[in-house]
Nanobody, 118 residues
C-alpha cells in the first residue's frame, strides 16, 4: 500500500494562491489514480479533483473548476494541487488519496489545513 503525506497548507487571504503537495512512498504513483478531497468544519468530505492514470485525464468539482489544477510528477512520486483565486469557502482540511485503476481510493494522507481569510 502506498503512504501519502500532504504539505503546503496554510493561511492565505482571499484571492491568493497555494500549492499543495502529496508525496508518496511505498509504491510508485505512476499507475495510480490520484485525487484530492476536502472536509470543511461540520461538513462531509467532498471531492475536489482527480487525475486518472489510464487516460491521463483530470476532472474537477464545479466549485473549483477554472481555479484549481491537479498535476503529477512521476519522477518525484508527487501529486500537486495548485489553488488560485482562493475563496473563504475553500477553507478546509485537504486530503490526498490514491487508488488502483478500477478500484477505490484505498490510501489516504493525514490532511493539510487550508484557511482562507476574507
Amino acid at each position: 500500500q502506498v503512504q501519502l503525506v500532504e504539505s503546503g497548507g496554510g493561511l492565505v487571504q482571499a484571492g491568493g494562491s497555494l500549492r499543495l503537495s502529496c508525496a508518496a512512498s511505498g509504491r510508485t504513483l505512476s499507475s495510480y489514480n490520484m485525487a484530492w478531497f476536502r472536509q470543511a468544519p461540520g461538513k462531509e468530505r467532498a471531492f475536489v479533483a482527480r487525475s486518472v492514470w489510464s487516460t491521463d485525464s483530470t476532472s474537477y468539482a464545479d466549485s473549483v473548476k477554472g481555479r484549481f489544477t491537479i498535476s503529477r510528477d512521476n519522477a518525484k512520486n508527487t501529486v500537486y494541487l495548485q489553488m488560485n483565486s482562493l475563496k473563504p469557502e475553500d477553507t478546509a482540511v485537504y486530503y490526498c488519496a490514491a487508488g488502483p485503476p478500477g478500484g477505490t481510493y484505498s490510501s489516504w494522507g493525514q490532511g493539510t489545513q487550508v484557511t482562507v481569510s476574507s
